[in-house]
Every structure is written in structure tokens, then in C-alpha cells.
């Protein structure tokens, strides 16, 4: 089993405690619901990490953007614990509950967040996971254990970054030489609401290549979040108090701005289903 340092353990021990407040979530329609996964693993020296990935240049939205894996839910019935699954095992094949999991791996699910609001006017539940390495007595590096299967269309890569460095100023680890500056943020208004914008320049090995990821706005805001209940303290930078954009997206929502989007038709694609129907003798 990979070791788990104390301060891991306690880390975990927290967000099982956390009670998420009341959620707008379930008053959104569903074309306004969405979810991502915040996956956590001890590392080989015992820290968690979270799972990050690079969104496809492809994308109409968020292109080539740092994100956590997830996306829209497909029906009313569909819990945001579903939908962030079902994603991530599409963007990077992280296996259902339906189907067999690599031994000697489980996923536990641990709490929600309360919603965050996407630039897309999405309400975005996040949903923490753990996941446990249940070997006896070997060590097994869950980054080496585990190969990706990435859907290339939504998913250009997929990386990993210590939860605790969301709340340093400073970036300290393995291979990135002195202590280095790794985040800025300022305070924008967004909907009305003053809103601290975090960014971090996540360094990451890759091919013997140092690069630098950009994380920021929600995904960057959902991570501190997390990071704060975690380890129980808050970041060394300034940060919004509350967790989550929960009122923001009550008053758009009362306001009718959360309402159902209706999806827009596309004539190129009607007439081609016209001209297949007229030749099948459907109509």
C-alpha cells in the first residue's frame, strides 16, 4: 500500500467530515447543470494529488484550458455524482463503477462542493473522490499503475499537482529546483459579486520537459476551496470567504437567467435528415 502521510490522513479525515450546505443545483434545469471530478491520490511520498487535465484546442469552449474532468448532465435523474463520473471515464477513461477497475485500485466517493458558476452560466458541482490504493504491503505508484485513456477530441493530456500547493504562494517540490513564485491573483466583479481571480503556473515534467500549466478562475477558485477544508487553514494569498458561487447563482436563477437553454437547430443537418427520411419512404 502507498504510504499516506498524518497530514494526508487528516486532510482526508476533514472532507469526510464536510457537510456541504443546501445546493442550488437540484433547482437548475438540466441544461444548466454540470460536474467535475476532483480526483485525489497519495503519492509515492505519501501527499495527495489532484487530477488535472489539458482541454483539447478542438473545443469550442475553454480550449486549451486547464480543467478538471467533467461536463453537462444529460438528464434531470442524472446525479452530479453520475455525471462527473460518466465524464471522466469518457475524457480519460477513469472506469464506472459498472466496470472492472484495476487492481489493486477502488474510488471512494468522499463530498460535494457547493456550485460554482461557469463563464458558460453552467452551475458546476464539484465532486471529491479518493483513490485508494488497497495492496498489502507493496508500494505501487498510482501515476506509473495507471495509464490515462484519453478521448483526444475533448482531452489533450492529463497531470497531477499537490492539493497543498493551493494554498502556498510559493511552489516547493521535487524537481523544480528553489522555491519558486507560482501564483498571482486580483479581484474582479463577476455578476455583481467581487470574485478573486487566483492563477497558478503549475510546473510539470514531461519527457524530461519542465512546462508550465495555467490554472485559474473556477478551477483554480474549486481547488482552493478544497484545499482550505483539507488542510484546515486558508491560502497565503487573499481569497473569497465563502466557498462557491451557491447566492450568485440563486439570484440568476430567480432573476430567470438560469433558465432552460433551447437548443438552436441546424438546417444543414434537418434537410439531410429530410432527404434521408424521403429516401427510406418514411415519408
Known amino acids: 500500500m502507498s504510504p499516506v502521510l498524518p497530514v494526508s490522513s487528516q486532510a482526508l479525515a476533514r472532507l469526510y467530515a ?67 463520473r460518466r465524464e471522466a471515464y469518457e475524457e480519460i477513461g477513469l472506469p464506472l463503477d459498472s466496470h472492472h477497475f ?42 506509473e499503475a495507471l495509464t490515462p485513456r484519453l478521448e483526444t477530441n475533448e482531452v ?23 522555491e519558486e513564485s507560482w501564483y498571482q491573483g486580483n479581484w474582479v466583479n463577476w455578476n455583481g459579486t467581487i470574485w478573486r481571480m487566483h492563477e497558478f503556473q503549475a510546473p510539470v515534467w514531461e519527457r524530461n520537459t519542465l512546462k508550465k500549466y495555467r490554472v485559474w478562475g473556477m478551477t483554480a477558485r474549486i481547488l482552493v476551496d478544497l484545499a482550505r477544508i483539507a488542510y484546515g487553514r486558508g491560502p497565503e494569498f487573499d481569497f473569497n470567504t465563502e466557498m462557491g458561487d451557491e447566492p450568485m447563482i440563486m439570484k440568476l436563477l430567480e432573476s430567470g437567467q438560469m433558465e432552460e437553454k433551447v437548443k438552436k437547430s441546424d438546417p444543414k443537418l434537418e434537410a439531410k435528415m429530410f432527404a434521408e427520411d424521403i429516401k427510406k419512404g418514411n415519408l
Open 18 to 84: 464536510f457537510s456541504p450546505p443546501p445546493t442550488t443545483y437540484h433547482s437548475l434545469p438540466v441544461t444548466r447543470r454540470a460536474a467535475v471530478l476532483v480526483l485525489l491520490f497519495a503519492d509515492r511520498r505519501g501527499d495527495l494529488r489532484v487530477v488535472l487535465t489539458l482541454r483539447s484546442p478542438l473545443l469550442r469552449t475553454f480550449a486549451g484550458q486547464v480543467a478538471l474532468p467533467g461536463g453537462k448532465a444529460d438528464f434531470l435523474s442524472e446525479t452530479a455524482v453520475q455525471t462527473a
Open 102 to 143: 484495476p487492481p489493486p485500485f477502488s474510488i471512494e466517493h468522499i463530498t460535494e462542493l457547493p456550485c460554482s458558476l461557469a463563464r458558460t452560466m453552467l452551475g458546476v458541482r464539484p465532486c471529491v473522490a479518493f483513490l485508494r490504493d488497497n495492496s498489502n504491503g507493496s508500494q505501487v505508484d498510482v501515476e
Open 156 to 178: 489533450s493530456s492529463v497531470f497531477t499537482v499537490p492539493l497543498e500547493q493551493f494554498l502556498n504562494r510559493k511552489y516547493s517540490g521535487q524537481g523544480v529546483g528553489a
